[in-house]
C-alpha cells in the first residue's frame, strides 16, 4: 500500500509580504520577472486564495453535497468525477448544515452566508 503525507510550512517572506521561495530553482526560473500567479485562463478573476486537494482511491470517493465559498479550478489528473451543481436559489430545498442550525442568507450574487451581518463582497 502506499502512503502520502502532505503538509504546509511557513515560508520565509520578501519586504512586500511575498515568498521568497515557493518552488525548486528550475520553476522558480519560469516564473521570474512575473507580477503575478494567476494563471491566464482565470482572465479578471482575482483568486482569494489558492487551496490544493489531493486524493487517490481504488474505490472511488465523493465530497457529498457541500458548497464553496470561492471560485473554484479542478484539475482531474487521472480517472471522472461527476460534478451536480445546483442553483443558490436551492437553498431551502438542499437545506445544507448552515441553514439546519437556523441561519442562511443569500445574497443577490449567489452567496450563501450563516452569520448574520457578512457582506456579499
Known sequence: SELTYLTTQALSEDSDGCPKVIAAPHV???LEGASTL????????VPV??????????????????HDFHDNL?????????????????LD???PVG???????LHPNGLISYV?????D
Open 28 to 30: 522558480m526560473s519560469l
Open 38 to 45: 494567476r494563471p491566464s485562463i482565470l482572465g479578471k478573476l
Open 49 to 66: 486564495q489558492y487551496n490544493l486537494w489531493l486524493g487517490r482511491t481504488s474505490e472511488g470517493s465523493s465530497s457529498g453535497l457541500h
Open 74 to 90: 479542478y484539475v482531474l489528473l487521472r480517472g471522472q468525477k461527476e460534478f451536480r451543481l445546483f442553483s443558490p436559489r436551492c
Open 93 to 95: 430545498i438542499l437545506a
Open 99 to 105: 441553514l439546519q442550525k437556523g441561519y442562511a442568507n
Open 116 to 120: 448574520p451581518g457578512l457582506r456579499d
